[in-house]
C-alpha cells in the first residue's frame, strides 16, 4: 500500500496534535449517542461564533451559523465572501453507531430476574455484545412534555449492565452453531435487576395464604422494585417507557491503546472519529471565497433514512434556509446551483488492514492504521453497487491540496473484491450532481463495541479536512 507522506511535522504539530486527541477522547466519553454528539457539536460551535439560524434574520460574508434537526443531526455554516451559487466546500460525516435500542415495552421479568428487552441498531456481530460492562444512555419524553435525561453506568458511582451467556461447560449445542446464530436478537436483552427469591417462589397464591395464616398476597415483583428506582431518580412512571429513546452502548471511557499509547481504543469510533475532526476543522477555519459547510447526520448505519439521516431533505432544507437570508434571496435555481457546485468530503471511516485477517484483504489497496487520512474512489459492495464513485479530476485536485499543506493520505478500498462492502452517505450527496470522495480515518475492529485508531491518522485527518475547506 503507498502512502504519501508529510515532512512537515515540528514540534508545535506534535503539540497541537496531543491536546487534539485528548479532545477527541473526551467527545468520544460524552458523545455516545448522536443526541449527546449534537450537544456538544453545539456548546463547541457556539463557543466559536456560532448562532442558532433561527436568531438570524439575515447572513453576510463572515456569519457563522448552525441548523439543527430533532437534536440528531446538525449542520454548520461559515458564510463566504463569494456567491453562495458558486458552491461550497462541504464536509459530511455521521454520528450514529451500532448499538442495542430498548423497545418501547421494554422491562420484564422471568424467573427473578429483570430484563431491558432490546432492538439491535446497525451491523453488528451479536456475540460481541455478552459480557460486557454496558451503559444506558438516551431520554424519556413524558406525556406532560417533560424530556428527562438518562445516563446510568457512566459515573465511578454508577451499576453497569450485561447480557449473559452460556458457560462452557453447558455450550456444547452453542458452539456448533455459526457466529450469525450464537446468540439470537431476540437473546440481547440486558440484565437489568435481580430480586432475591423465596420460599415463597414457585407456590400458588392460594399455598402461600394457607402458609401464612394470612390472606393471600402476590409474590415479590421484581420488575416493580426497577420501576420504583427509576420513579425515584428520574421521576419516571412506567407508562414513559413507551415514548423513551434509551441506548444501551458499551460502559467505560476512550483509553490510549498500545504500551507506546500509539492508538486509541473506544466505542463509536465509526464514524465519531470523522465528525470530530471535521467538525473541529470548520471551527479552526475562515472561510474565503466558498462558504465552509459541515454536517453531521443521524441514521446512516440503517441506511440513512428517517428525518435526521442523509436521505432525507434536512441538508437541503438547511442550506435553503441559509440562502434565504443572503442579500440575493431563495431561490429555487440558486439552491440547485449551490448544491450541484458543491465539492464534498464524505467524511467517513474504512476498514483498516488486519494481519491477522489478511486473507480479506488486497494489502496493495488496504488502508493501514497510521497510513494517513484515507481516501475511498468508492466504496459499495462487490461490483461497487451502492457507491457514487469519484471523478478522477477530483481526486487530482485534491491530491494537489493534501501534497500542498503536508497531509499523509493513502487510497484505498474496503476489502477484496466480492469478499463484502460497505457504503457512506457519499453518493446521497452525490446525486445533487457535486464532486465528492470519501476520506476518513481507518478503524480496525469496526462495529465491535470497542474500536480501534491510530492517533495519527485522526491528526492527518483533521489536517486533510482544514486544508479542504481553504479551496
Known sequence: MKVTKSTKKTEKTAVSGKKLVESYKAFLDA????RECVVQIIALAEAHGYKDIASCK????GDKVYVQKMNKAIALFEIGKGSIEDGMNILGAHI???RLDAKQNPLYESDCI???NTHYYGGIK???WVTLPLAVHGVVCKADGTVVQVNIGEDADDPVFCISDILPHLAQDQMKKTGAEIIKGEDLDVIFGLRIPSEKDGKTDDEEGKDSGKKKKGKADGKKA???LLKKKYNIEADDLKSAELEIVPAGAARDCGLDRSMILGYGQDDRSCAFTSVAAMLESSAGKRTNCCICVDKEEIGSVGATGMASHMFENAVAEVIARLPEGYSELSLRRSLANSIMLSSDVNAAYDPKNSSLYDKDNSSSLGGGL????YTGSRGKSGASDANPEFIARLRGVFDKAGVSYQMAELGKVDQGGGGTIA???AKYGMNVLDAGVAVLSMHAPWEIIAKEDLIQAYAGYKAFLKI
Not at 31 to 34: C, L
Open 31 to 34: 458523545g455516545k449517542t448522536e
Open 96 to 98: 450514529d453507531s451500532p
Open 58 to 61: 439575515s447572513l453576510e460574508p
Open 374 to 377: 484515507v481516501l475511498n474512489k
Open 126 to 128: 451479536k456475540y460481541q
Open 427 to 429: 453518493y446521497l450527496a
Open 226 to 228: 426497577i420501576l420504583e
Open 114 to 116: 429483570t430484563y431491558l
